[in-house]
């Protein structure tokens, strides 16, 4: 089926970014090939701090057991898989790159999750079905400001009646953001068709969609962290990036990486993480099933991590 100009676009740019190798993401990510904000506790390392992440962004959802998740921009798979073996949820995600797709699919069979996972080469725009939570890790980035509404009407649609979901998203702090020279660096050589937006404009297409605000979380300097640590492990295997890549390419990475950590620490971009429901009526009783993740999230971190 042929794909209309918009989709054609998107397939393009997001090969552009993410079908270098998977070698040469392997280069610089953790062993769970974490693509976005760690949350760290205490200078975590960057291994422990990604699973941080991935248990916060679990422990917002309140997933159950039996429950079907949809990860929109699911990278290389281990969102995927560390909810399925964790949780005992069953999770489908989805990706334009045909390497995150080979490397997810190759891991969850390796993993023998193939009765819990799936993954499938589809643009957000042709989803169907539905599932009880919703999960978009810095996906929205690729999905254009003007386009904004339409997404969350997506999500709408093959979200359940009950259900939530979390979009944690790369922001800019304000038009002078969006003028930096790191902004328009990326926006050249490294994202093209990539857009950011300020937090409160995307609050705003959320609420107009009819979803209910439930949580923000500003994660600022865990990115400036993340990003600086992925600058220097890039920059210690630099021939074997520039084997992978060749010089230019290694040179204008190692530039983004440490040009958005650097970003991240002026304030002119930040990270937040907004989780979100279907509006609906409550009551007093409401608040004694509203989920507490904070107060037993570092019992079951040390627990996983070990």
């Known amino acids: 089926m042929l794909k209309n100009k918009s989709e054609k676009r998107s397939s393009e740019d997001i090969a552009h970014h993410y079908d270098l190798s998977n070698e040469f993401y392997q280069l610089f990510l953790d062993e769970h090939m974490q693509y976005s904000c760690a949350y760290f506790e205490h200078l975590a390392p960057l291994d422990v701090a990604q699973r941080n992440k991935m248990e916060l962004i679990c422990q917002k959802l309140d997933l159950k057991s039996g429950e079907k998740l949809l990860d929109i921009g699911c990278g290389w798979g281990g969102l995927m898989i560390w909810a399925a073996k964790n949780y005992g949820v069953s999770v489908h995600g989805i990706t334009l790159s045909q390497q995150q797709y080979d490397h997810a699919t190759k891991w969850i069979r390796e993993e023998g999750l193939g009765d819990k996972c799936t993954v499938s080469m589809t643009d957000y725009r042709n989803l169907s079905g539905i599932y009880d939570k919703v999960v978009s890790i810095e996906m ?4 254009g400001n003007k386009k904004l509404a339409g997404y969350f009407k997506k999500i709408k649609s093959v979200l359940a009646p009950e259900g939530a979901f979390l979009v944690p998203m790369t922001t800019v702090s304000s038009q002078r953001g969006k003028s930096s020279p790191e902004y328009k660096f990326m926006e050249k050589y490294i994202f093209p068709g990539g857009e950011l937006e300020t937090i409160s404009k ?16 500003n994660l600022r300097p865990h990115y400036m962290t993340t990003l600086r640590c992925w600058a220097e492990r890039l920059a210690q295997n630099r021939d074997k990036a520039i084997k992978l890549v ?55 971190i040390s627990v996983r991590g070990n």
């Not at 995307?202 to 979380?217: M, Y």
């Open 202 to 217: 995307i609050q705003n297409r959320i609420e107009e969609v009819g979803f209910e605000i439930l949580n923000v979380d």
């Open 246 to 300: 060749g010089e230019k390419k290694y040179r204008a990475w190692l530039m983004y990486l440490a040009g958005c950590s650097h970003a991240h620490k002026r304030g002119d971009s930040s990270v937040f993480q907004v989780s979100a429901g279907q509006m609906k009526r409550v009551s007093i009783n409401n608040f004694e099933d509203t989920p507490d993740y904070s107060q037993e999230f570092s019992e079951k």
């Open 140 to 143: 929205l980035e690729q999905v």
